[in-house]
């Protein structure tokens, strides 16, 4: 009778501590959206948040991947190897979004050059500003225009924009780069702007695709694997809700945020991520924010601030006024912003991006092993 009570006491300290390892994890996700839904609305989607949410994902998936390795024998069993292996899926569909980020974040790369041409024809501290300035300026606004609205082939609203903003451009710019191959069928595929997925790729179906049967799991799930099945749904609801704030933010082939997934509130995560959801959508439904290129601050910033200089320097007349002076010096200040933001935001942004990619194939490739694994053993 002692040995006996001894295994179970045992045994009910293993699974005390498993309860408390999923405990654990369920508050790590609930505190971090807390703290990520305290952004006051000026800092919200800016390129800082952005990369901080990256951080809470990849903090959030190390900690999943340790609860998969500590639950290998219930993984390789019904039903949680079946709710195991749709995040799996999920996590392949999400490697093409990954790689149209960076191709997007190379994009605004382009749009920033074009912004330097800009700021460089208004550095002079003499103002000894002239027509050659102005000329250098107009021509860097005008391509600039043309970049941002030269999208015709993946079929986005960006060729619909303001046409004040610039004229639409058919010329392509067929520069290929190295790029990930997500390894879900669209990796052998190029096209022109660098993308790295296929003609016929939609961020916005991929985001539905992957939005498909994420539901919150049933009472007798969550009671025959012990609670995993509850960290399988948070993770995948983490990884859905940052992949949609990728898409939402950065300009991407046929972007789209009427993606529909639910958010429960019932999980102590649910209530922050929701308030996010909602805020975020509040914002991609503003009139100045509609059919843009992207809902990311610092897109936006470009987009008032070109469209401020443009009206400028079509309206400038020589020699300048004193006000006319002092217009030109702000709108350097402000462009001088962006290109700062840019220049140290920009390249940490596309490594977090390029992190996320590899601890997914990281993540499924070592739960698809340990899963083979324990299948050859029955």
């Keep these: 009778?002692?040995?006996?009570?001894?295994?179970?006491?045992?045994?009910?300290?293993?699974?005390?501590?498993?309860?408390?390892?999923?405990?654990?994890?369920?508050?790590?996700?609930?505190?971090?959206?807390?703290?990520?839904?305290?952004?006051?609305?000026?800092?919200?989607?800016?390129?800082?948040?952005?990369?901080?949410?990256?951080?809470?994902?990849?903090?959030?998936?190390?900690?999943?991947?340790?609860?998969?390795?500590?639950?290998?024998?219930?993984?390789?069993?019904?039903?949680?190897?079946?709710?195991?292996?749709?995040?799996?899926?999920?996590?392949?569909?999400?490697?093409?979004?990954?790689?149209?980020?960076?191709?997007?974040?190379?994009?605004?790369?382009?749009?920033?050059?074009?912004?330097?041409?800009?700021?460089?024809?208004?550095?002079?501290?003499?103002?000894?500003?002239?027509?050659?300035?102005?000329?250098?300026?107009?021509?860097?606004?005008?391509?600039?225009?043309?970049?941002?609205?030269?999208?015709?082939?993946?079929?986005?609203?960006?060729?619909?924009?303001?046409?004040?903003?610039g004229r639409h451009n058919a010329t392509k710019d067929h520069h290929h780069r190295r790029h990930h191959s997500s390894g879900s069928g669209s990796g052998g595929h190029s096209r022109s702007l660098s993308w790295s997925v296929s003609r016929s790729w939609s961020a916005a179906k991929q985001l539905q695709s992957i939005a498909t049967n994420l539901t919150a799991p049933r009472a007798n799930e969550v009671a025959a694997t012990n609670g995993v099945a509850v960290s399988v749904f948070t993770m995948s609801s983490l990884l859905m809700f940052v992949l949609w704030v990728l898409v939402a933010a950065i300009p991407c082939q046929d972007r789209g945020l009427n993606t529909h997934f639910s958010i429960p509130r019932q999980f102590s995560w649910g209530t922050p991520m929701y308030s996010l959801h909602e805020r975020i959508v509040e914002v991609s439904r503003k009139r100045e924010r509609r059919n843009c290129n992207g809902l990311l601050k610092e897109i936006y910033q470009v987009e008032r601030c070109a469209r401020h200089m443009t009206d400028m320097v079509d309206m400038v007349q020589f020699p300048l006024t004193e006000e006319q002076k002092?217009?030109?010096?702000?709108?350097?200040?402000?462009?001088?912003?962006?290109?700062?933001?840019?220049?140290?935001?920009?390249?940490?942004?596309?490594?977090?991006?390029?992190?996320?990619?590899?601890?997914?194939?990281?993540?499924?490739?070592?739960g698809l092993d340990f899963l083979s694994k324990s299948n050859s053993l029955e």
């Design 326 to 366: 002092l217009e030109v010096e702000n709108g350097g200040q402000e462009l001088a912003l962006i290109c700062e933001a840019f220049k140290n935001g920009l390249d940490p942004l596309e490594r977090q991006v390029s992190q996320v990619f590899r601890r997914i194939m990281n993540c499924r490739t070592e």
């Design 1 to 165: 009778m002692r040995r006996e009570q001894v295994h179970s006491m045992e045994a009910n300290h293993e699974f005390s501590a498993h309860e408390l390892e999923l405990e654990l994890f369920q508050k790590q996700v609930s505190d971090r959206f807390h703290d990520l839904s305290a952004v006051s609305a000026d800092d919200l989607l800016s390129i800082p948040w952005i990369r901080k949410l990256l951080d809470v994902f990849l903090s959030c998936l190390e900690e999943f991947r340790v609860i998969l390795a500590n639950s290998k024998e219930l993984v390789s069993k019904p039903p949680l190897d079946r709710l195991v292996a749709e995040f799996f899926e999920r996590s392949v569909k999400a490697l093409d979004i990954c790689n149209a980020t960076r191709d997007g974040i190379e994009k605004i790369r382009l749009w920033q050059k074009h912004l330097e041409i800009v700021l460089r024809a208004f550095e002079s501290q003499q103002r000894a500003w002239g027509e050659a300035q102005f000329r250098r300026a107009r021509k860097g606004l005008m391509d600039l225009a043309l970049a941002m609205l030269d999208d015709k082939d993946s079929g986005s609203v960006f060729s619909h924009r303001n046409r004040s903003f």
